[in-house]
């Protein structure tokens, strides 16, 4: 599936960390490399009520520096407003709580400022993917799937995507990947580890629509998985340790 292409690195290599987490199936590179690394496709100016990727790198950056000690959900509340305009305050901009051009300018998101300015990434597509979106689906990769071939770590990407596509699993990156109890990276707290550079190439591969699954929307590894529902889907493919299946 293809919602945006997203210029990443395109190298091919395979993951040197051993040793994945278990997968349910039903489901150092900081964020600010991977803003640098990685071009914004998608911004907007948010405010109480946004939601989605580009509320989660604000929430990130704003809880990195202090300034926020809620959750990084992706969702633009009340903590988060106060938070914004702390920000706003400490930083000599218009206290508003809004998240605009000078205030993505003044958390260094540069890539959303350009956009805003309508020079980069792809402003008309409702369904493109910010550079935060890319950095969760990295993290999730990684947590997943670090063991796996560097296919094997694309093919867990495509399955989150596919599951965006679907109406029947959250429309956002985000959405899917804390669906609760959808991941076991979420529940054992293995998403909050930092993606290498393999897991960022691969969730930027997935970006770009490479999907070695062929439109799978769930995944498993046969030798730790108790859910016999999962073992009832139909399987598609297998890549490594891991079983795709719709």
């Known amino acids: 599936m293809k919602k945006a292409l997203i210029t990443g690195i395109a190298a091919l290599a395979l993951a040197t960390v051993a040793g994945a987490g278990a997968v349910i199936g039903t489901g150092s590179h900081t964020a600010a490399q991977a803003s640098a690394s990685f071009p914004c496709v998608q911004a907007a100016v948010l405010r ?16 990195q520096w202090g300034y926020y000690n809620g959750s990084v959900d992706g969702i633009y509340g009340s903590k988060t ?6 920000f706003q305050r400490k930083n000599g901009l218009t206290v ?13 998101m540069n890539d959303s400022v350009k956009v805003l300015d309508g020079n980069g990434g792809n402003k008309g597509s409702s369904s493109s993917y910010t550079n935060s979106d890319l950095y969760l689906l990295a ?3 990684y947590a997943e799937a670090r063991g796996e071939s560097y296919t094997g770590q694309v093919a867990v990407g495509a399955v989150v995507l ?3 596509a679907s109406s029947a699993f959250p429309n956002t990156i985000a959405g899917v990947i804390y669906q609760q109890n959808a991941f076991t ?7 909050n580890l930092e ?10 591969d997935a970006l770009n629509g490479w999907d070695p699954t062929y439109g799978c929307l769930y995944y498993y590894n046969p030798a730790v998985a108790t859910s016999s529902w999962i073992f009832g889907r139909k399987t598609i ?5 891991h079983v795709f299946a719709i």
């Open 48 to 63: 109480q009520g946004s939601t989605g990727g580009e509320v989660k790198e604000v929430q990130r950056r704003l809880k």
């Open 81 to 86: 407003v106060e938070a914004v305009k702390a």
């Open 96 to 108: 508003d709580g809004i998240a605009g051009k000078a205030t993505y300018a003044a958390l260094g």
């Open 139 to 141: 993290k999730c990769i």
């Open 162 to 164: 596919n599951r965006v």
């Open 185 to 191: 990276a979420v529940s054992d707290g293995q998403i």
């Open 195 to 204: 993606p290498d550079k393999t897991a960022m190439n691969a969730a930027s």
């Open 237 to 241: 493919t297998t890549i490594g340790k």
